[in-house]
């Protein structure tokens, strides 16, 4: 009978500190995307390429990654858990082909802004060009940014919209997609550029 009431207890022990362990652990969504910062790197670039990781708005992780394979991601060509759908999420913003498809033979002709062109946002003159260079054909030579090196703080209020705090801060998600489908429009850019301080 002791026995019995043993193997009793152990399972009731058993099943209450998993129940209570169950209760104890917190809740935690995470959620995986693409993300781009225009934040200047050890490798000298002034766009930079991203898989983050978040929970609940604060990024936990960050895997950078080039820019063909964000735009591959991007576009559902390659597998990724920031794009588990696989759909081409260019389209379902509506961004133009040639932002992201920059090396086709129908985008070299044509004189768009590209992908990499978000650098303009912070600075005023691209930094791969400085005032000496010359610059190659259909590069953008002028960029947004009031600053040198720097959007005014008047810019950086229209870049919040997209889910920054800080001009150091990853732009991602559907923000980040809604700011390249803005990006490419002219009036966007107007307003942008005549936000000074």
Known sequence: MKRYIYILIFILTYLSSDYYGILSKPLVDYKTHLAIS??????SQYVNYAIITESNGKIIKTR??????????????????ANNS????????????????????QCLKNPEL?????WALRYNRNP???PDCTPAKDMLVDGFGQHKFRPSWPQI???????ITY???????????????????????TKYLNAIE
Do not use: T, V
Request: charged share 25%; glycine share 8%; with cysteine.
């Open 38 to 43: 225009i934040n200047p790197n050890c490798n």
């Open 64 to 81: 950078f990654i080039s820019g063909s394979e964000f735009i591959r991601i991007g576009m559902g060509k390659q597998p990724s858990k």
């Open 86 to 105: 696989g759909e081409n999420i260019f389209k379902k913003f509506q961004i133009k082909d040639c932002l992201y498809k920059y090396d086709s033979s």
């Open 114 to 118: 590209k992908l990499f062109d978000l």
């Open 128 to 130: 791969f060009c400085p």
């Open 157 to 163: 209020q229209i870049l919040q919209n997209y889910g």
């Open 167 to 189: 001009i150091n801060d990853f732009f991602y998600g559907e923000n980040l997609f809604q700011l390249l489908a803005d990006f490419q429009k002219p009036e966007w850019r």
